[in-house]
Structures are given as C-alpha cells and as structure tokens.
C-alpha cells in the first residue's frame, strides 16, 4: 500500500492526544496511520471546504481530530491536526470547526 498523506500535529492536538490515557493514544495513532493508506470515511471525513476529521471510536468515546491538507510542496502531501474533542453530538459543532479554520489560517499566514 502507498501512503496518501503524512500527518503533522499542532501543538493543541498533540496536547490533547497526551492528555488521554496510552491505550486511547495508541488508538487514536493507529486510526490515524490506518487513515494516511486507506480511503476510508469511517476513519477520515470531510467535514466542510477545507476541514476534515479523523475519527476514532474507543470505548465509548468518539474522538475527533480535525485537520486541513497542506499540498504546497507538490512532492509531500501533509494533513495537518489542530485539535482534537469528544464529540457528544451527532454533528460536530461550528465552534470545532471554526477553531480548526482559525489554526488552518494561521498555519499558512505564519508559512
């Protein structure tokens, strides 16, 4: 298999994957490897334009990483997470996705 994409993650997201316990971080890793080969929306899922979200389901959590593509370099195409949450909704809520935008923004202003 050929890997579609790598991931880098943002300082938020890094935060909050640490703040779980090492099984639900193994989980979330392993979703997010699996997602980087695979075409999967069970794993990786557009949520709008330009945000997406890998979704990890552990126990009875469903954990969200949102993220955004950065193909500037033509050669290495990264996914990029900001943050992540415990979704207790059926949608993901605007807020989520207005931080992940906020971050997205940045990331290229500051490129």
């Known amino acids: 298999m050929i890997k579609r994409f790598s ?7 890094k935060e909050f994957i640490l703040s779980m316990d090492k099984k639900t971080q193994t989980k979330i890793f392993y979703v997010v490897d ?4 695979t075409n999967d929306p069970k794993l990786f899922k557009k ?8 979704r990890v389901k552990y126990k009875s959590f469903q954990i969200r990483l949102l993220a955004f593509w950065d193909k500037r370099d033509g050669k290495n195409t990264l996914v990029i997470s900001t943050h992540g949450f415990i979704k207790k909704t059926d949608k993901v809520p605007k807020n989520e996705i207005d ?13």
């Not at 991931?7 to 997201?13: C, D, G, R, T, W």
């Not at 931080?99 to 490129?111: E, L, P, S, T």
Request: hydrophobic share 45%; charged share 40%.
């Open 47 to 54: 949520l709008d334009d330009e945000i997406w979200e890998f």
């Open 7 to 13: 991931v880098v993650f943002l300082k938020s997201a």
């Open 34 to 37: 699996k997602a980087s080969f």
């Open 99 to 111: 931080k992940a935008i906020d971050d997205m923004k940045r990331y290229f202003k500051n490129q």
